[in-house]
């Protein structure tokens, strides 16, 4: 089994832990599946099971379990496996294989379509074992200083993404380096923004950890703007704006960067130089949660109150990354960075200080209510600092907020008559919310972001005003399946071949082989005790198999293989 980094040499005595029952209505966009599961008794069971983006649930009429997922490794398991669970099937059986430290559990379904949902969002939300399975990497396109990134293409659909890979024996090494990593994914995770960096998907093999990115063809803004000369003014508003919005869509999640400088502003394409894309969250924080660094930032760039900030100090504001957005904004029209100095020491020592010329001849240049802006952006006391909402209610936006609010305006006169949809997509039996991401980019039209309404709508088993642990509890205990259901009637076999009975020869010949026990019966005779159990299982709902008479293979998983 790997050893996950993320499981801190952690072992756990069950796959499950209780939990407060009000933990569920916590939650948002909670998927809901019952799944088929093999016990310990070798018996087919059901099991209720609730997704969020943080966790599974376990859901029964007495209590409420739950298991962590940004930390759980999943793997999903092909219908063509032949585990327990599968073999004991008629149907089709989709499956996943969920893991962390050291417990592990193995969930099936028939049906389709609400795997390839839970699929997708155990891709967003887990982490994943299948790289080098997936993914065909080509070849290094950059390296920083604590991980490299790659090139590759996704074979299932042939898109390539950039691969950001990060050594688990140099991030052990650092301090606080397993930790950062996971803060990263948590809270790359929470934003979906078209002008910030999108995380699909994690993955872990035995020597790395692998973010998949958007792979960005534009290179860094300041490599372009060096290239290119100075910014016109309408491309500078465009570019501003962007930034700005994806400030605020961080600042409404409770999330800063605090690390915002040019390196970090990268080009979607070659086409324009506005459409920027904000990349690298190794420095940000959630406010809501104790950061793993207090003062952190690039010198130059960061704002005075984290320099200025001392341990048991009231903690800065999201007002820090508006202040180093200001810098990058008189850095693209002066050419140069308001805090100069001739070693790391007096440029921070004027960073602090905060003295900015704002009549240098360049910036005089600028329009007049970008002037306004930038200043406002970059005042060294906090509470006469605009926030990014703010600044996107200046004047300096009003043409562009204009543009964009006609795009939201047409978007919703769409759905008006498409009575389905409404305010949100129905999925299973559970209303998940799935407004599409904004899109700031007044070249672009904002499109439906709904791919996941391709199954049969059914209402809501969530009532306003009652728990939904509450109600998950009266629902299977009406439906009696508090922890198991009967499993229906097994029809008789279409193929030609008795899968099951295969699986109980193969096991009986591999005993032969290995001389496990003398005198065996030939499986394949009609008066063999094996051949009346194959016989008699077509009659019963569910089948124990002896241990001492037989095991069941376990399911296959993928070869992993060398890593980069």
Known sequence: MLQSIFDFGQTRSTFWQKCDKGLLDEQNELLEHEFLVGSKERLIKKKFLVMSQN??????VQDLKQAPLMT???????????????????EQLFGFHLSYQGKSLEIFTPDKQNYDIWKSHFRRFAILKNFHEAFSVSKMIGKGSFAKVYSAIKKENNIQYAIKAFSKIFMSQQSKGIESLLNEIKLMRKLNHPNIVKLYEVHETTNSIYF??????????LQRVRETGFLPAETMQKLAFNLISALSHMHENRIIHRDLKPENLLLRSTENNYEIILADFGLATNLDEEPLFKRCGTPGFVAPEILEYIDGSEFYSDKCDVFSAGIIFYLLITGNTPFVGNDQKSILKNNKQCEIDFKEHHFKLAPIQMQDLIQSMLQKKVSYRLSSQECMRHPYFKQLVKEYQVQIDKYQNNLLGYSELKNAIKIGTQELEQRSPLNFNSS????SNISQNRQDQRKSSIIVGASKFSQYSAKLSKQNSREIADIPLKQEPRKPRDLHRLALTNS?????????????EDPTAEDCNVGIMVRQYNSTRQIRIPDNTLKIKECNTPTMQKQL
């Open 444 to 447: 672009e039209s904002i499109s």
């Open 508 to 520: 009986q010949l591999k005993q032969i082989a290995n001389n496990q026990f003398e005198n065996v």
């Open 55 to 60: 966790a599974i649930f376990r859901v029964s």
């Open 72 to 90: 759980m490794h999943v793997q999903f398991i092909e219908t063509s496996a032949d585990n327990f669970v599968q073999l004991n099937s008629d």
């Open 212 to 221: 998949v990115l958007d792979m960005i063809q534009g290179g860094e803004l």
